[in-house]
């Protein structure tokens, strides 16, 4: 098999050019890569930026960025008592960082009125 017929039987546009090696590289990689681009040709950097979001080497941290600070919880495993204990466990553990919030809250009034008091106190004794 000839090297045109690979590259014809692969999907990357890499390997159309012979460099489907390429696309085994870490998305830290890719980056630099753009980043480099960026700063000796700012279209090159654009069009490994293009590619990058084309191919799809984006679309893990699209995915990530979008849960990070959600509360979503995880898909069905299919074993129904390893479910069952874990929604429990995280509605025990939900329950308890709500708890150590107040715990916290109440924690930060009584500073609060603490110092204030000692202010009050110390502006009592300056003005008097």
């Not at 025990?92 to 106190?121: C, G, I, N, P, V």
């Amino acid at each position: 098999m000839s090297h045109s017929a690979n590259a014809a039987s692969s999907s990357s546009p890499l390997a159309a050019i012979g460099l489907e090696r390429m696309d085994d590289w870490p998305k830290g990689a890719w980056i630099a890569m753009m980043i480099g681009g960026f700063i000796v040709f700012w279209p090159l950097g654009l069009a490994i930026l293009g590619y990058m979001i084309w191919s799809g080497k984006m679309r893990g941290w699209k995915n990530s960025c979008r849960h990070a600070g959600s509360r979503h919880r995880s898909r069905p495993t299919g074993n129904t008592a390893f479910d069952a204990y874990r929604e429990e466990t995280l509605k025990r553990l939900e329950e308890e960082q709500h708890a150590f919030e107040e715990f916290l809250d109440r924690l930060r009034r009584a500073k609060d009125e603490k110092e204030f008091e000692d202010f009050m106190a110390s502006h009592k004794e300056q003005s008097a």
